[in-house]
């Protein structure tokens, strides 16, 4: 199983972007159970969630992005997306997507957003 993220790059201040993780070689069955989120890492910092969005649907997002970022799936194409409006300078990370499914972890990359001011 790999997750292939892409979408990123460099913004100004109140632009958008939109991430994508597919979930490659992952069973249907697999993808569609399992707990999904996007995780960021701003250099210096540690790693945090910034949305996840539960096998039953249901969404949980840092405060930080409430309102301005939405975290989305395609069960056909096995794949999550993260789409971040208004996006600040405080953005500003590598974004990873995670896919979560029992004792199964899988990080993608990691794709780098930049926010300037």
């Known amino acids: 199983v790999q997750l292939q993220a892409s979408g990123g790059g460099s913004v100004q201040a109140g632009g958008s972007l939109k991430l994508s993780c597919a979930a490659r070689?992952?069973?249907?069955?697999?993808?569609?159970?399992?707990?999904r989120g996007w995780y960021r890492q701003a250099p210096g910092k540690e790693r945090e969630l910034v949305a996840e969005?539960?096998?039953?649907?249901?969404?949980n997002y840092q405060d930080s992005v409430k309102g301005r970022f939405t975290i989305s799936k395609d069960n056909s194409k096995k794949t999550v997306y993260l789409q971040m409006l208004s996006l600040e300078p405080e953005d500003t990370a590598v974004y990873y997507c995670?896919?979560?499914?029992?004792?199964?972890?899988?990080w993608g990359q990691g794709t780098q957003v930049t926010v300037s001011s």
């Open positions: 070689g992952m069973i249907w069955s697999t993808f569609t159970g399992s707990r």
């Open positions: 969005l539960t096998s039953e649907g249901m969404t």
């Open positions: 995670n896919v979560k499914f029992g004792s199964w972890d899988y």
